[in-house]
């Protein structure tokens, strides 16, 4: 089983950064592919970015383009999400998953406790 644990949340200003970090235990992560996810107050969970298990592929939501980068470094068996520009509708919970290749990110095989993002205007 794959763990999976969020950190790097917090409160910052429009147009301010954030990086996100998903530490992972379990030595199936290194051959997963990864993603981040966000849940906002009173909305529904929505896919953010992922990428691929090698790194060399990337997929964002069209919201977040130009805008957050997705990367990992399997030797540490950590992901990371790179915010910059932050606007005040990014404000969310924001959730790791792993799944066992990208297409199937849709539907995580699993999911950590998350952090919190605010964003002020």
């Known amino acids: 089983q794959v763990q999976l644990v969020e950190s790097g949340g917090g409160l910052v200003q429009a147009g301010g950064s954030l990086r996100l970090s998903c530490a992972a235990a379990?030595?199936?992560?290194?051959?997963?592919?990864a993603g981040w996810f966000r849940q906002a107050p009173g909305k529904e969970r929505e896919f953010v970015a992922a990428?691929?298990?090698?790194?060399?592929?990337?997929s964002y939501a069209d919201s977040v383009k130009g805008r957050f980068t997705i990367s990992r470094d399997n030797a540490e068996n950590t992901v990371y999400l790179q915010m910059n520009s932050l606007k005040p509708e990014d404000t969310a919970v924001y959730y790791c998953?792993?799944?066992?290749?990208?297409?199937?990110?849709?539907?995580?095989?699993?999911w950590g406790q998350g952090t919190e993002v605010t964003v002020s205007s």
């Open positions: 379990g030595r199936t992560f290194s051959s997963y592919a």
């Open positions: 998953a792993s799944a066992p290749t990208i297409a199937r990110m849709r539907s995580p095989a699993y």
């Open positions: 990428v691929t298990w090698s790194g060399l592929s990337t």
